[in-house]
């Protein structure tokens, strides 16, 4: 079970506080899938660094008795003069995990060859994304936290990504977070807008979908 | 679950991700090409001893009693004791903020690991250089080397805190890293590596003991020397700074982690 109680996120600006996430509360037990639009600048990307526990609430309390992912094929921790190898073998320190059974799947799914064995300097951005999506499947998770950025690459990555992860793993729970409808169709039964920071549950897709496009024809929030 | 089971638990946790971040600070900092590793080791050496030799060659002040060589040893080795960890934690949290993406690494992980990286890597090049320069007959052997661990874990305990401080105090302000390397580098000549408190005027030795980075280099000496060297420490004192400095130190960690936004 994931819950996340009350929770508000502030951020001082040069002008300011600036409450980005106000009073936000839901639940998500374990194998659900929970989509969340927004549009862009709605919080979507906060919401999902304090359940990685990247950051700290304001206010407010998350409890997470599932074990919970970091943001899905987020590659900014990669550290530049560290091969390929070097960082799985980091994360599966960090976790916990032993990194040798998991060299053959990553190596099978990044397709780097030698450049496995490369400071990560040397790679090209797709060779990043791919890494980067690999070492998130290389550690199993009850929940999985997926930032829209994982909308990115060719086809053919794109399907061997959605076969991993919604396909492999469609047992476990998980939060979408994109501006795209049509990913969350696919894959969640509900939805909830992000819209000038509260969380507003929809019992379907579609009617949060409806919700959404119509925030759109408004005035963006004031920044 | 009882406490202690997750207290064990955290603990566990807490030297897995030590462990993971030091294997990946030594190759991200040193490499893999030519010496790596051992270049933790190295350049805390050729810091010493370029200092060594400079000293030697402007004849500064010393106690005749004591060669210069040994002088520069030991007073340098307590300056990188008590600099260094503090100058890599101010940058620590701009350059591994990325890290706190992984739930189990916070940021006080990230600058012990440096400050453990720091610490050794003096400590091995002291251990190293006091051996050679004491073979080769440069530097008399220790006299007390209870005395010499003593001032040495005190130097590491002074560095630590400061450290702390100064890391947590770099995610409230950046003003704080600026601000670190004027005041180390004004701090460097009163710090008591390159004079004895015995050669000051009795008021100014009251002063400069204030600083308890002296207090411990003091005691570091006459562990070393002997009563060659007269020397004036006060431990307790030292220890008081320490541990005050510890809990500001430690408070202001706490805080930060709650305020680090990536």
Known sequence: MLSIEHVSKVYRTRHGL???????????????????????????????????????????????????????????????????????????????VDYRPLVPFVEEFTELGEYFREPVMHYSHGMLTRLAFALSMAIEFDCFLIDEAMVVGDVRFHERCHIELFQKRQDRAFILVTHEADVIKLYCKNASVLHDGSLIPFPTVDEAYDFYLATLATRPPDR | MTANVSLHRSFAIQLRVLRALMLREIITRFGRENLGVLWLIGEPMLFTLGVAGLWTLAGL???????????????????????????????????????????????????????????????????????????????????????????????????TSLALTVGAGTSFSAVVERVWHPIAYLLFPLSGAAFMVDWLPTNLQKLVLLLPMVNGVELLREGWFGTVVRTHYDIGYMASFCLILSLVGLYLQWKADRRVDV
């Open chain 1, 18 to 96: 600036r409450t980005v996430l106000n009073d936000v509360s839901f639940q998500l037990e374990p194998g659900r899938h929970l989509g969340i639009v927004g549009r862009n600048g709605a919080g979507k990307s906060t919401l999902i660094r304090l359940i990685a526990g990247a950051e700290r609430p304001t206010s407010g309390v998350i409890r997470r008795s599932m074990s919970v992912s970091w943001p899905l094929a987020f590659g900014g921790a990669f550290q530049t003069h560290l091969t390929g190898l070097d960082n799985l073998k980091f994360v599966c320190r960090v976790y916990g």
């Open chain 2, 61 to 159: 002040r010393h106690s005749s009693a004591i060669p210069i060589v040994a002088f520069a040893v030991t007073g340098y080795s307590s300056v990188l004791m008590w600099r260094n960890s503090a100058s890599r934690c101010g940058a620590a949290l701009l350059q591994n903020k990325a890290l706190l993406f992984h739930r189990n690494v916070r940021a006080l992980d990230i600058f012990l690991t440096r400050i453990a990286l720091e610490i050794s890597g003096a400590t091995s090049s002291f251990i190293v250089l006091g051996t050679i320069f004491t073979f080769i007959g440069w530097m008399p052997p220790p006299e007390d080397l209870v005395k010499v661990l003593a001032g040495w874990v005190m130097l590491a305990w002074f560095g």
